[in-house]
């Protein structure tokens, strides 16, 4: 069973997040109903905790900040990101030091 904050699409795996900006650090901080919850170290002023977010996820998942497309959520705190070229368990694997799950 996939955690509630992934999904399968055609051209990889969308994942729901939930942002709080300027935060002291940007981590990955746990799960908040069905999004992971990031908190971010940049302001949400000109699309920065959107870079910022996409810096942290590509850096988790190791993987190319171009893998990483924002779907919905662009002014939003909760945000659905593709990540193309991993599978769900990728992810989960990515995740589970950080999340202990």
Request: some cysteine.
């Amino acid at each position: 069973m996939n955690p509630p904050y992934l999904h399968p699409h055609n051209q990889g795996v969308v994942l729901a997040v939930r942002v709080t900006p300027k935060s002291s650090q940007s981590k990955i901080s746990g799960i908040i109903g069905e999004e992971l919850k990031i908190m971010l170290n940049a302001p949400p002023v000109d699309g920065k905790a959107n870079q910022e977010l996409i810096k942290l996820l590509s850096k988790t998942c190791s993987i190319p900040k171009s893998h990483i497309t924002l779907l919905s959520g662009e002014t939003s705190r909760s945000k659905r990101l593709l990540i193309n070229g991993l599978d769900e368990q990728d992810i989960i694997d990515a995740l589970g030091a950080i999340l202990k799950t």
